[in-house]
């Protein structure tokens, strides 16, 4: 399964119909009585019809039609926002929304095949604390000793498998057991799908979704949830065979310099797990 960093001409006609998609499931959560209209009246489709929602947004039916249907028409950073609100869409669904539509939500950044050693310093450094670095994809591209003693040892993962979405829902090789893990899938689900919104047509992100889809019935039922979320800071509970319960708290570090790739550093949230992963690691 390849994993590369290469970046491909995005299929634009996708990325319109991924936009349609979005813009229905969003305005199908929203109930009518909530915006101010009656609920009365049969209703084909849950939530709001088009016509509501264009009239909220203050464009017209037919632009929003053909929006949500996949054309290709021009749509101004300022409309977008009307539908942000009209939506009440959260800042990542706001952002979500001005990626499908190709405008720029911030400066686009390039990316780097390769790490440097210096990356692998880094996570040697912070040690006992684990850390891994990801790409976008949740390619698994570097991690310290802390992290293969503490969570999972990537080592005994064949390379072409080391993807966190694979093992994840894959891959039967975790070592230990998060807290709340039904939650933290849901999370990473939507964070993929975030970040996927900028890379739909390239094959390398294609192919990984197309046999994420095929080798989990968990992933495949998250996936069309069509949620879409941001790297999340929370402290996480985790069971280490050796150590028992742990509580850790991610520190996300982007490698901006590089492309989108982040740096995760798992730090102890209390005196007690930050004696036990000095215990497992071997640190004074």
Not at 190 to 219: C, I, K, N
């Amino acid at each position: 399964m390849p994993f590369t960093t290469d970046r491909t001409a995005v299929d634009k006609g996708e990325q319109r119909r991924e936009l349609g998609v979005f813009l229905r499931s969003r305005r199908e959560r929203i109930q009518p009585d909530e915006v101010g209209f009656a609920p009365g009246g049969r209703r084909r489709t849950p939530g709001l019809r088009r016509e509501e929602v264009a009239l909220l947004a203050g464009v017209g039916v037919t632009w929003y039609t053909w929006l949500e249907q996949g054309r290709d028409i021009n749509v101004s950073a300022q409309v977008l926002e009307a539908l942000a609100n009209t939506l009440r869409l959260d800042r990542q669904e706001r952002n979500h929304l001005f990626t499908l539509a190709g405008l720029q939500v911030g400066p686009a950044r390039g990316e780097c095949a390769i790490l440097p050693a210096s990356v692998q310093k880094t996570l040697d450094a912070v040690s006992p604390y684990p850390a891994v670095v990801l790409s976008a994809r949740y390619d698994i591209l570097a991690f310290n000793e802390a992290y293969c003693r503490v969570v999972l040892d990537l080592r005994e993962i064949p390379v072409e498998e080391r993807n966190m979405l694979w093992v994840t829902f894959v891959s039967r090789e975790w070592r230990c057991t998060f807290a709340e893990s039904e939650s933290m899938k849901v999370h990473m689900v939507a964070g993929f799908r975030s970040a996927m919104a900028d890379h739909l047509g390239e094959p390398s992100w294609q192919d990984l979704l197309q046999r994420l889809l095929a080798g989990s019935t968990l992933f495949t039922e998250l996936w069309e949830r069509y949620e879409v979320a941001a790297p999340s800071n929370r402290i996480k509970v985790l069971e280490n065979p050796d150590a028992g319960m742990l509580r850790i708290e991610p520190v996300n570090l982007w490698l901006s310099q590089l492309g989108q790739f982040r740096a995760t550093v798992y730090t102890a949230a209390d005196e007690d797990t930050e004696k036990k992963l000095r215990v497992l690691v071997g640190s004074n």
